[in-house]
């Protein structure tokens, strides 16, 4: 691995980890705890914007109140952890991880996940050693990526962020590599429909509606 070497910094809930299904499931839970009517798969896909509790502001009609988003923020948590147990990685993510490690390319995760939980639900599904590093959220939640994305770029070694591709689900992630000075690639099979990501998402930043896709694209964006 050099340093002219393509790098991917994959996000993890809605990208590498096919989460959504326990993401609307908590999602609904959660807003039958504080009285708020239960919204669609497709719902969610059009609204759901970071920080969070934006995504909650356009669903009530203004910002919870600082009380009132700690009450939704645990029980969403407490109800993903439950969700989550039946969910896998998305279709085909363990065959191009092997892939791009084999081409002597290197590989990372960062994610908005608590680092904690990140780390045993990575190793549970033996991938681990397919990243130098895999780094998951240690501050509060419902924040944005681009701080954490630079310092992630920043720790790892022989990595430029010119040389970098970003891969997630997530307008944030093509904001976060954009502050980071490297690429990205959307993938519209979890948080965001693909209408969504092209409506909001950053100019020139392709959407693609498999991970085969993002990773094709990531070998020939950088040269």
Known sequence: MGKHATHIVWD?????????????????????????????????????????????????????????????????????????????????????????????????????????????????FGIESRFVRVEGRTGPSGGTKSAQMVRHLAALADVEPGRTVVVGDAVDDAVAARDAGAYAVLYSGGSHSRRSLEAGGVPGVPVVDSLAEAVQLAGELVV
């Open 12 to 124: 993890w809930n809605g990208t590498l980890f096919h989460d959504v299904d326990a993401v609307i499931g908590a999602t609904n839970a959660a807003f039958e705890e504080i009285g708020l009517e239960p919204i669609t798969l497709e719902t969610y896909r059009e609204l759901y914007c970071v920080p969070v509790p934006r995504f909650y502001e356009r669903l009530m009609g203004r910002l919870p109140t600082d009380e009132e988003w700690l009450v939704m923020d645990e029980a969403f948590h407490r109800h993903y952890g439950r969700h989550r147990v039946g969910c896998g990685l998305a279709e085909g993510a363990e065959l191009l991880l092997a892939e791009w490690q084999a081409a002597g390319r290197s590989q990372s995760i960062l994610s908005m996940f608590g680092h904690d939980e990140l780390i045993p639900l990575v190793r549970g």
